[in-house]
């Protein structure tokens, strides 16, 4: 099993935590998700499954590494993602 602490952009509140959680947890060989959101870290527990993917996973939502560019597409993804973890903790 890997572990890792991965540094993402554009992470705000509770929302965005709650949207990269269920998502990471939905894809086969996640094991574990838990999410800092002062530190703008995740830290991910997987096997069977390349950290890429994971990693494209977080762009997609709009949670680019911090090494990454992070343009107003991203930033504008990541308030849609937010959004909807907001909307599923009600």
Known sequence: MNSEKVIVAN???NGCATTIKNELL???GVKSVDIDIENDSIDLSYENIQRDLIINKLHSLGYPEAT???GLLLQLKSYTSCMIG???NL
Request: with cysteine; aromatic share 0%; glycine share 0%.
């Open 68 to 70: 990454e560019k992070n």
């Open 11 to 13: 992470m705000k509140c």
């Open 26 to 28: 939905k894809m086969e």
């Open 86 to 88: 907001k909307i599923n």
